[in-house]
């Protein structure tokens, strides 16, 4: 009977997701919080209010930034939207907005699916 139920939480332990934050989440708490990311170096700031620097230095604001626009170009996705919500709730006073110029449903998402299968 102790075993048995120690294989039945074993199966719970594999079933409950962990907490992981997805690749816009990540790169959208470097460019946040200004931490030093290969994935985020050679982004781009346009803010009015920095001076220009020469072609070669990619100015930086030096103050974390705490609320931020997040547009994925394409399709966007409820899991994505989640992932940056739980974030904003585990980071007190940050807050993002979230858009895409596609939503899919799941039954949309596997037709796109099969009729790029079709090509």
Known sequence: MNSGSQFVMEGVKNLVLKQQNLPVTRILDSLMDMKSNPETDDYRYFDPKMLRGSESSVPRNKNPF???????????????????????????GKHVLYGCSELFNASQFLKQLSQLGQK
């Open 66 to 92: 705490q609320e931020a626009i997040v547009f994925v170009v394409g399709g966007g996705n409820y899991i994505e939207y989640q992932n940056l919500v739980d974030y904003t709730k585990a980071k007190p």
